[in-house]
C-alpha cells in the first residue's frame, strides 16, 4: 500500500512519490527498504498536531468539525436510520450522506461529545470519528523519486519487443512470472469486465488507459459523497501518482505501444478514495468506493492502501470499530452485488498471524502514539476483512519481496510486487527488480510494493470473470485460489544474504504463511 499504498517498506505504500515531469519513462521507487518514507505507510507529517494520548474529542474540543460514520441497524422498513437521523440533528450534526443499504451515515459535527452522545441512541450500533485531525488539516510526506530511465534505456527496451509485444513489455518480468504472456496468446479479458481501482485516481487520457477506461463506473468519493463532475476521478496535478500506476497494471491496453496490463481486455475505472492534499485513505470515501463499485456493475475492486488514521483497527475502541464496522458492510455489500475485493498486504514486513504488533504509525494525520495491539482484535482495513482477497508480494527471484507482510491464515495468494533490484534482480531483458506500469501524462514509471501486488491478482480474477461471465464472486474466488501453483515455504529467507533469517514462514507448499495458495496464474485463468 503506497503511504496508505501498499508499495514500499511499513504499511501499505501510502503516498505516492512526487516524480519529474517531462521524461518519458519515470523510475519511480515506492517503499523498498532504506527508502525514508517510501512507503505508503509513512505516517502523514503532522498538521495541527494532538499531544501523544489525546484523542479525537480533545482535537474537536476547540469547535473543529470533525467526521464521523454512524452505523444504524437496517432492515424493518428503514426506522433505525430515520430515528438516528433525527437524533443527529439534536447532537449537533450534520448528514453529509446516508447509505442506507447497509446502514451507515456520514455525519459532520463540531460537538466534542458527539460520538459518546449518538452511541446512545436506541438503533444506533456503533459510532466513531473517522480522523483525529479536522476537515481542513492538511499534511505531506512526498518523498524523493528515484532514478529517471533515460531515453536510451527506453529506446533499447522498445528494440526488444518482440512480435505481438507492447513496447515495453521486456521490461515487464511480472508478466511471465504469473504466465500473463501466454495467458495473452489465449485472451486479453473481456471488454465487458471492469476492474474498479480505488485509489489516488486515474487520468483516462493516458494511451495505454483511454481505450480500455469506464467512464460510467468512475466517481470521486472524497468526503464520503460521489460525484462524476468535472472528471473528478483523474488526480490533479502534484497528486500522488499510484492510483495510475495501478490502474496499468491492470489493464493498460495491448496496443502496440507502453506496457501491457495484467487483463488488457477487460475495462477499469476510477473511484478516487484519497485526499489530493494529505493522501489520505478515510473511511467515509472507501465506503463510497465500494458502494458506487457496487452499484455500477463493477465486477473486481482493487484496495492498494490501508483506511487512515489507523494502521490497525481495533474493535476493542468505540471509534475504531465503527471504522472495522462500516468498511465492512460496504465490502460484504459489494461482494453480495458480485464484486471480487481485491486488496494489499500491506509493506512492514510483518507477521500479521502473530499475536501482538507494535504500531508506531498510528493515528497519522495527527501525531503516531506508540501501542500495542492484539491481532485478534485488530484489523488492516480493507484487506483483513472477511471476504477480502489478501495479496503478498513477491520479486523477480519467485520469493517474498523483502518489504511484504505475512502470515499464516492472513495471506490468500501472492503476486508479483516487486523488491530491491540488489535482493531479487530479474532476468535480461528486464533491468529493474520494480513493476515498470503507466504514470499520469502519458508517462510509465516504476514502483514496488504489495500494492503492485494486489492489482496483478485483480487482474487475474478479471480474467476468471472474463472466462466465467456468469460467475458469482465466490465462484470467482474459488477458481482464483484452485487454479493458482502452489509454492513452498522459502526456508530459510535470508533476502539480504547477510546469514541471518529475516522471516519465518509457517504452513506447507498449498497454504502457507508467505504465499497463502501460492502464485496467482493468469493462464489457468483464460483456459479453465
Not at 438503533?123 to 524523493?144: K, M, N, W
Not at 499464516?408 to 510486487?417: E, F, H, Q, R
Request: with cysteine.
Amino acid at each position: 500500500m503506497s503511504s496508505k499504498h501498499t508499495s514500499g517498506t511499513g504499511r501499505a505504500g501510502r503516498r505516492a512519490v512526487a516524480l519529474p515531469l517531462g521524461v518519458a519513462v519515470i523510475s519511480a521507487l515506492a517503499f523498498l527498504p532504506g527508502t525514508a518514507s517510501a512507503r505508503s505507510d509513512a505516517p502523514a507529517a503532522p498538521s495541527a498536531p494532538a499531544a501523544p494520548g489525546v484523542g479525537v474529542l480533545a482535537a474537536a474540543a476547540d469547535g473543529s468539525t470533525m467526521s464521523y460514520v454512524v452505523n444504524v441497524r437496517t432492515g424493518q422498513g428503514g426506522w433505525a436510520a430515520k430515528y438516528v437521523k433525527k437524533a443527529i440533528a439534536k447532537a449537533d450534526g450534520k448528514v453529509v450522506i446516508s447509505y442506507d443499504k447497509i446502514g451507515v451515515i456520514v455525519v459532520h459535527s463540531a460537538n466534542p461529545d458527539f460520538a459518546k452522545t449518538i452511541r446512545k441512541v436506541k438503533g444506533v450500533q456503533s459510532a466513531g470519528a473517522t480522523r483525529t485531525a479536522p476537515l481542513s488539516a492538511q499534511s505531506s510526506d512526498d518523498i524523493d523519486a528515484a532514478r529517471p530511465l533515460s531515453a536510451k534505456e527506453a529506446e533499447a527496451a522498445a528494440g526488444k519487443a518482440g512480435a505481438g509485444q507492447d513496447e515495453f513489455e521486456p521490461l515487464q518480468w511480472d508478466l511471465p512470472a504469473m504466465k500473463a504472456d501466454q495467458a495473452h496468446k489465449v485472451s486479453l479479458g473481456s471488454p465487458k469486465v471492469t476492474v474498479g481501482v480505488l485509489d489516488s485516481g486515474v487520468d483516462d487520457t493516458h494511451p495505454d488507459i483511454a481505450p480500455n477506461f469506464d467512464k460510467r463506473a468512475s466517481a470521486s468519493c472524497l468526503g464520503g459523497v460521489p460525484t462524476q463532475k468535472d472528471n473528478a476521478w483523474r488526480p490533479v496535478p502534484k497528486e500522488s501518482d499510484h492510483g495510475m500506476h495501478v490502474a496499468g497494471t491492470i489493464a493498460a491496453a495491448k496496443n502496440g505501444t507502453g506496457v501491457t496490463g495484467v487483463a488488457p481486455g477487460v475495462k477499469v475505472a476510477s473511484l478516487k478514495v484519497a485526499e489530493p492534499a494529505t493522501g489520505m485513505y478515510y473511511t467515509e470515501a472507501v465506503v463510497c468506493g465500494f458502494m458506487w463499485a457496487a452499484d455500477h456493475g463493477v465486477d473486481v475492486t482493487n484496495s492498494s492502501y490501508y483506511t487512515d488514521p489507523w494502521l490497525f483497527n481495533c474493535r476493542t475502541d468505540a471509534d475504531q470499530k465503527a471504522l472495522v464496522d462500516a468498511v465492512g458492510r460496504a465490502t460484504r455489500y459489494a461482494e453480495r452485488k458480485g464484486a471480487v475485493n481485491v486488496a494489499a498486504a500491506g509493506n512492514a514486513e510483518t507477521d500479521l498471524a502473530q499475536d501482538e504488533i507494535v504500531d508506531e504509525s498510528s493515528p497519522d494525520d495527527t501525531t503516531p502514539v506508540k501501542r500495542t495491539i492484539k491481532t485478534a482484535d485488530c484489523l488492516d482495513i480493507p484487506s483483513q476483512l472477511p471476504g477480502v482477497v489478501t495479496v503478498s508480494s513477491t520479486g523477480a527471484k519467485g520469493i517474498k519481496s523483502s518489504f511484504s507482510n505475512y502470515g499464516k491464515g492472513v495471506i490468500d495468494i501472492a503476486a508479483p510486487g516487486g523488491d530491491s533490484t540488489a535482493f531479487q534482480k530479474p532476468q535480461p531483458p528486464a533491468t529493474s527488480g520494480l513493476i515498470l506500469s503507466t504514470l499520469p501524462g502519458g508517462k510509465f514509471g516504476y514502483k514496488a510494493g504489495t500494492s503492485m501486488a494486489s492489482p496483478h491478482t485483480a487482474g487475474v480474477a478479471a480474467l476468471i470473470k472474463s472466462t466465467h461471465p456468469k460467475a458469482s464472486a465466490a465462484r470467482v474466488k474459488a477458481l482464483l485460489y484452485r487454479q493458482a501453483d502452489a509454492m513452498a515455504c522459502t526456508d530459510p529467507y535470508d533476502i539480504d544474504g547477510d546469514g541471518k533469517v529475516d522471516a519465518v514462514c509457517a504452513g506447507g507448499k498449498n497454504k502457507n504463511g508467505f504465499y497463502g495458495v501460492g502464485m496467482s496464474d493468469a493462464l489457468d485463468a483464460v483456459r479453465k
